[in-house]
């Protein structure tokens, strides 16, 4: 499979134009880091569906031209897939997110829950952020995909309860009554969350919170998952739920 490039632009890739050039830290990573060749065949994108495959012309650690031959337009997914990762101790949210962004999440959204280890303030929010976006960026990169997932402000257990009036919220509870398996993932186009909580659960404070917002408390399976494998495990369900895999 061909060497897969992202190009920041921020008014989008230029439908008319015949080469484009890569610089910066993606034409570092691009002929330092992953050694592409003049001749080579890669592909490059915008993150926003643009999706673009040419041939190498130029390779210098500042500078990578390509020559375009192919274009192609992917549309976003349908209903879309998001993920509430609650914040974790370690570095176990930032493997939730990796994940998630190689299996196909469309938001990420982190969470101040209750029982969160992981606190942030203002400013550490705003590098936490950051820190997500870089992650999911590259993780983009690596499988191959047309659009890159959105990182979203920090929410607050209030916050999340107000999204599920607008989508499908599905909150991971290992004790709840319903599977995962047993819904109707595609019954309408409304966004499907998922919302996992941290280490040691999600509070029973919260849940009644959530519930009464209209969110359904689902499980994965008769095991309790990590934090850093449920948001994962339930994308996978779901892919194979909407025929995506």
């Known amino acids: 499979m061909p060497l897969h490039f992202v190009l920041d632009t921020p008014d989008g890739l230029?439908?008319?134009a015949q080469t484009l050039t890569l610089t910066g830290g993606e034409a570092h990573h691009a002929a330092v880091v992953r050694r592409?060749?003049?001749?080579?065949?890669?592909?490059?994108?915008?993150?926003?569906?643009?999706?673009?495959?040419?041939v190498v012309e130029e390779a210098q650690p500042s500078r990578v031209?390509?020559?375009?031959?192919?274009?192609?337009?992917?549309?976003?997914?349908s209903p879309r897939l998001v993920l509430v990762?609650?914040?974790?101790?370690?570095?176990?949210?930032?493997?939730?997110?990796?994940?998630?962004?190689?299996l196909g999440v469309d938001e990420i959204?982190?969470?101040?829950?209750?029982?969160?280890?992981?606190?942030?303030?203002?400013?550490?929010?705003?590098?936490?952020?950051?820190?997500?976006?870089s992650i999911v960026r590259e993780a983009a990169k690596q499988a191959h995909r047309a659009w890159i997932p959105d990182v979203s402000p920090l929410v607050t257990t209030k916050e999340l309860a107000a999204r599920a009036a607008a989508s499908r919220l599905l909150v991971l509870e290992p004790t709840a009554d319903d599977a995962l398996t047993s819904l109707d993932l595609a019954a309408d186009d409304r966004d499907i969350v998922f919302a996992v909580g941290p280490e040691g659960g999600i509070d029973d404070a919260e849940l009644e919170a959530l519930v009464a917002a209209g969110a359904q408390l689902v499980r994965l399976g008769s095991t309790v998952l990590r934090t850093s494998t449920a948001g994962p495990a339930a994308l996978s369900v779901v892919n194979a739920a909407l025929g995506r895999w």
């Open 85 to 102: 990762q609650a914040l974790a101790k370690g570095d176990r949210d930032e493997l939730a997110v990796q994940a998630a962004t190689e």
């Open 14 to 16: 230029d439908p008319s």
């Open 65 to 77: 031209e390509v020559r375009i031959t192919q274009r192609e337009t992917v549309l976003a997914p």
């Open 109 to 133: 959204v982190p969470w101040q829950a209750a029982r969160s280890v992981s606190r942030w303030n203002a400013a550490k929010a705003q590098k936490g952020r950051e820190r997500w976006a």
């Open 36 to 54: 592409v060749r003049v001749g080579e065949a890669v592909t490059v994108g915008d993150g926003r569906g643009s999706w673009l495959t040419g």
